[in-house]
């Protein structure tokens, strides 16, 4: 089941590209007022120095207010597990509401045993101001946005469609690119791929835009395609790739795959909503497990 699309309404999208981590977010504005969201917003981490900084959520907060605009909700499509979640400190600044998928306790519970997370760690969702179900919505300013439940890479993906712009977190990616892996704890190859047809009987026409992208071919970077170039063009996907064939190419995929560089910090902060956990003593702190993912 899909919702009612609203095709007419053409939401002002801006890209905020963070080299780091290969992550776009994106500050999504209605036309018709001076309301926006942001998507997938970044903290960055050097691991090996143990430091974060605010660098790329600066320059979203720059443009907000220099825009003169009003951030009403700071949504994430998933739990990344290649970036730290930038949106306490965004909220924190300019305000809105956090959003992430209803299934963000399954997440909770499988990474809170991983992690050896004492029971102080809520595993309810609560460190999240809305937890979105499968076709519900919400608005910015006039424009109403539908959220569509897309487990397989986690099972909290959502893909967020805005009038004529859909937000496919790690679903998708461009065309040359794929799509997401499925073999993180909780992850299901047949489950990304029912998801992505689901997205992908969407119109055509419709906008789509990705949160990664690492210019296969080493062409520039990109971020915005189509549902139709997606269903004709994408190399894991298109042109009617049946669902046997893509989960034995996903599984074989998967298991070349190097664990992401900043799985251990991420995963730790954004299951807690972007905040980073503290010691006994109130410092921030991490957990490296080991043997354990």
């Known amino acids: 089941m899909l919702p009612s699309i609203e095709m007419s309404v053409r939401p002002v999208v801006t890209a905020f590209f963070d080299a780091h981590s290969n992550t776009i977010s994106y500050v999504v504005k209605d036309p018709e007022s001076s309301s926006c969201a942001i998507i997938d917003a970044v903290m960055e981490f050097d691991f090996a120095a143990g430091r974060l900084t605010h660098d790329s959520a600066d320059q979203m ?107 496919a977190g790690d679903t998708l990616f461009m065309p040359d690119g794929g799509s997401a892996r499925a073999d993180f704890p909780g992850g299901d190859a047949g489950a990304l791929y029912d998801s992505i047809t689901r997205v992908l009987s969407l119109p055509d026409d419709m906008r789509l835009f ?24 994408n190399i894991h996907v298109g042109g009617g790739t049946d669902r046997a064939a893509f989960v034995k190419m996903r599984e074989e995929r998967d298991a070349t795959l190097a664990v992401p560089k900043l799985i251990i910090p991420s995963l730790q902060v954004n299951m807690r909503g972007g905040e980073v956990p503290t010691d006994p003593a109130g410092n921030m702190a991490l957990k490296i497990p080991v043997n354990k993912l």
């Open 61 to 167: 907060i720059a443009f907000i207010r220099a825009e003169n605009l009003t951030l009403e909700w700071i949504i994430e499509t998933h739990v990344h597990a290649d970036h730290l979640s930038g949106a306490p400190y965004i909220q924190q600044i300019l305000g809105g509401k956090i959003g992430i998928g209803e299934h963000i306790v399954t997440v909770q519970d499988t990474f809170g045993k991983i992690f050896n997370e004492g029971t102080e760690f809520q595993r309810d969702g609560s460190q999240f101001d809305k937890l979105f179900t499968d076709l519900d919505t919400y608005d910015v300013g006039t424009m109403t946005c539908h959220v569509l439940h897309t487990p397989g890479h986690t099972p909290a993906c959502n893909v967020h469609v805005v009038g004529d712009a859909a937000f």
């Open 210 to 233: 990705v949160c990664h992208d690492y210019g296969p071919g080493g062409r520039d970077i990109a971020w915005e395609t189509t549902i139709g170039e997606e269903r004709a063009k």
